[in-house]
T-cell receptor, first 116, second 111 residues
């Protein structure tokens, strides 16, 4: 298996532009997580999907952030409009079944987002 | 140990020596803990986990120790190798799906 695949690897955009990050979880995995990593705040959970349904989006910082999972093999995280403080590395992760307890989280390589 | 904010703990280890990475967790009710390794430009990678009904668990070259009395975790790496250079995070589970990650410890292996 190729693991969790994220695209793009790097994204540089200007403030106010829309940004879409993409994730393909490991085939057969039922849970998908979006995380954000910054030096100041570390790794933060943004949203958690199980069987394509958003279970917890309390970590989504603002209404400018939205996430979708139209099917079991694809998810997007969209920021509209983007702001410089959104600059971070965004990770997608998946697990085989429900949640993270007793499950290995498999992380993608991340998308490095820079908003100028 | 773990720190808050920008100042990440660092550990410099001679190749072949054993490494010990420490972590303090916050929630006495947490019953599941994980260690992750993150290499430069990559996502975190699962190393080993431990449930709160255990105080020690061993993997390949790694051992995790859990002291619930003082809410402390440690990761021991035996015979540290250059490929062990990375940032190491401990995480505690807050509910079935939400993990709280520590700030991370940067390990540098000297040849």
């Amino acid at each position: 298996d190729a693991g969790v695949i994220q695209s793009p690897r790097h994204e540089v955009t200007e403030m106010g532009q829309e940004v879409t990050l993409r994730c393909k979880p490991i085939s057969g995995h039922n849970s998908l997580f979006w995380y954000r990593q910054t030096m100041m705040r570390g790794l933060e959970l943004l949203i958690y999907f199980n069987n394509n349904v958003p279970i917890d989006d309390s970590g989504m910082p603002e209404d400018r952030f939205s996430a979708k999972m139209p099917n079991a093999s694809f998810s997007t995280l969209k920021i509209q409009p983007s702001e410089p403080r959104d600059s971070a590395v965004y990770f997608c992760a998946s697990t085989l079944s429900w949640g993270a307890r007793d499950e290995k989280l498999f992380f993608g390589s991340g998308t490095q987002l820079s908003v100028l | 140990g773990e720190s808050v904010g920008l100042h990440l703990p660092t550990l410099s280890v001679q190749e072949g020596d054993n490494s010990i990475i420490n972590c303090a967790y916050s929630n006495s009710a947490s019953d599941y803990f994980i260690w992750y390794k993150q290499e430069s430009g990559k996502g975190p990678q699962f190393i080993i986990d431990i449930r709160s009904n255990m105080d020690k668990r061993q993997g390949q070259r790694v051992t995790v120790l859990l002291n619930k009395t003082v809410k402390h975790l440690s990761l021991q790496i035996a015979a540290t190798q250059p490929g062990d250079s990375a940032v190491y995070f401990c995480a505690e589970i807050l509910n079935d799906y939400k993990l709280s990650f520590g700030a991370g410890t940067t390990v540098t292996v000297r040849a």
